[in-house]
């Protein structure tokens, strides 16, 4: 039977993990309050309106036990990230004290944007505001929860990715020398799953695929794939940048994922974009 979840943060991974995954009757998410009543519709568990910033709003989580699956981003601030949490997690140990166990969605930006090769146990500290953030999330979490933490790469998949953006003249991310970590949204869901399924598997994993690339290459094989399918105009968006830089060597492990016995689905950008390459342009509202 499966597990007892509370997703919290119902957006494109929250979503993902929702639809695919056959968890128990009792299991629910949680959305924007901006976002209810429309989502309810579009989900298969039970939604509830929370915002996490807000401790009004935290009594509304289900009483039941839960394995808590964490998809909000920190808040944006050091210090306000910090206070929330230590706050959040007290109220959770008093007044959810069956909803110990955690799942943290964190993020490979915490590993320093420098050449080099780095696994789960790196102990150098993050150089971006975003890596922090996480980071301490990740510490502070650790504090009060049973805790597991993923760190996917790029997050992409049906309807949010690169050929999508392509197709709708939006600018790419063009850095030819600098590798692009990533993972299919649906890996990353299989991941999860199993990690909650298998809570003796390693506390802390990288997920991503096998084959980092610079998004510009990866947006050039998917217009190489179906020329026909981009209009003149956004070819321009394609080109090389007019930069000289040494392409940096920087590999995040996935060693710890491949040690689970998880096969992905899409190993590399060329099997996920392959899935991808057909379906149907999702306009932007003017």
């Not at 692009?180 to 990690?195: F, P, W």
Request: aromatic residues 6%; proline residues 10%; negative net charge.
């Amino acid at each position: 039977m499966e597990p007892t979840v509370g997703i919290l943060g119902l957006g494109y991974l929250g979503s993902t993990l929702a639809r695919l995954v056959p968890w128990s009757p009792q299991s629910w998410g949680t959305c924007r309050p901006s976002s209810y009543p429309a989502i309810l519709t579009q989900q298969p568990l039970p939604v509830v309106p929370f915002d996490w910033t807000q401790v009004s709003c935290w009594e509304i989580l289900p009483t039941q036990s839960a394995i808590l699956i964490l998809t909000i981003p920190p808040i944006r601030d050091l210090e306000a990230n910090q206070i929330h949490l230590k706050q959040w997690s007290a109220w959770m140990r008093e007044h959810r004290p069956t909803c110990s166990r955690l799942l943290y969605v964190s993020t490979t930006g915490i590993y320093p944007k420098q050449e080099g090769v780095w696994t789960e146990d790196t102990g150098e500290e993050p150089d971006s505001l975003s890596g922090e953030l996480r980071k301490q999330t990740e510490d502070l979490l650790g504090e009060t929860f049973d805790l597991q933490v993923v760190r996917p790469g790029g997050i992409y998949g049906p309807k949010r990715n690169l050929w999508q953006r392509l197709r709708n003249g939006q600018a790419m991310p063009t850095s030819p020398h600098q590798p692009t970590h990533r993972i299919h949204v649906e890996d990353l869901a299989r991941l999860i799953h199993l990690l909650i399924l298998k809570p003796e598997l390693p506390s802390c994993i990288n997920a991503v695929d096998h084959q980092p690339l610079p998004s510009l290459r990866v947006a050039q094989w998917c217009a190489k794939q179906r020329p026909t399918a981009l209009q003149l105009e956004n070819h321009g968006l394609l080109a090389e940048p007019e930069t000289d830089v040494p392409f940096l060597e920087r590999k995040i492990s996935n060693q710890r994922l491949q040690s689970t016995g998880l096969l992905l689905r899409y190993p590399t950008y060329q099997e996920g974009y392959h899935s991808l390459l057909d379906e149907p342009l999702n306009q932007l509202r003017a």
